[in-house]
């Protein structure tokens, strides 16, 4: 069973529009993650979180921008979509020390018209 | 610089064959390695890992890897495929740097299973 709650599982919207998706996990985990996911390559990482009041930009350059006012929350939010952002996005988890394994929500598959 | 090498895109075995799905790793210091399985239209979840101890790791649904230092290597096997284990299966290596617990996947192998 998911811990970890994306949404939504699936947006096809427009040009210049402005998005959140939505991650949440009920685990009380300090670390979270945005990993961005396209066919054929490996997972990127755009996002991550240490904690509350905590974000830092992953190893791939992202127009998104990310927050963590909760620990169990953290949305990813592009201020104006362009077709260049479709892709899978993926939301996950750790506790405790470095090295612990990541929990995984399901994704979103966003698609910009 | 730590890096993945999953080889095989794409592995296809008849039911009840052996699964062998390879992995390679280059990294200046003894990673955290793990086994990551993705079902269509979901999330990754963790088949096994391993940090130190034991080599011959044992994961959940029958999978294990062994971690070879001398190869650089954590190919994951399991000896009778099931239809069930038709997925896309993804290497990781996970390193301290700067504080931040990096983790690099690789591009993943999908293995298809024969009836």
């Keep these: ?113 | 610089a730590q890096s993945v090498t999953q080889l095989g895109s794409h592995v296809s075995v008849s039911e009840g064959a052996l699964v062998l799905l390879r992995c390679n790793y280059s990294s200046s210091v003894p990673p955290y390695l793990f086994w990551y399985v993705q079902y269509p239209n979901q999330g990754l979840q963790l088949l096994l890992k391993y940090t130190t101890g034991a080599t011959l790791v044992k994961g959940i649904n029958g999978f294990e890897a062994e971690f070879k230092k001398s190869e650089t290597s954590f190919h994951l096997t399991k000896p009778s495929a099931h239809m069930s284990d038709a997925a896309e299966y993804f290497c990781a290596v996970s390193l301290n740097s700067g504080g931040y617990q990096k983790v690099t996947f690789g591009t993943g192998t999908k293995l298809q299973v024969i009836p």
């Design chain 1, 1 to 113: 069973e998911a811990d970890i709650y994306q949404t939504p599982r699936y947006l096809v919207i427009g040009t210049g529009k402005k998005i959140t998706l939505e991650c949440s996990q009920t685990m009380g985990h300090d670390k979270m993650y945005w990993y961005q996911q396209d066919p054929g390559m490996e997972l990127h990482l755009i996002h991550y979180s240490y904690g509350v009041n905590s974000t830092e930009k992953g190893d791939l350059s992202s127009e998104s921008t990310v927050s963590r006012i909760r620990t169990e929350h953290f949305p990813l939010t592009l201020e104006s979509a362009r077709p260049s952002h479709t892709s899978q996005y993926l939301c996950a988890s750790s506790e405790g020390a470095w090295g612990r394994p990541q929990h995984f929500g399901d994704g979103t598959r966003l698609s910009i018209l």
